[in-house]
């Protein structure tokens, strides 16, 4: 899926050097629990904190609207 990562995972990215940015359902924005099927996906970062790969969707991921 080409789909380019928006400034605040980029920015989230830095401080997760090799590591994931997940993007996040918003129903669940600010959330502590946010269940797995709540995750659309994410990207992975280098050791540089630099997202280094195509955004990877979850194949569980429910929309809570039905969208």
Do not use: R
């Not at 918003?26 to 280098?46: H, L, R, S, T």
């Amino acid at each position: 899926m080409d789909k380019k990562p928006p400034k605040a995972a980029i920015a989230e990215a830095l401080k997760h050097p090799n590591g994931w940015v997940y993007e996040i359902d918003e129903a669940f924005k600010n959330k502590e629990d946010v269940p797995p099927q709540a995750i659309k996906g994410a990207w992975k970062v280098d050791q540089n904190g630099i997202i280094m790969s195509d955004f990877i969707p979850n194949p569980n991921y429910i929309n809570p609207k039905g969208t």
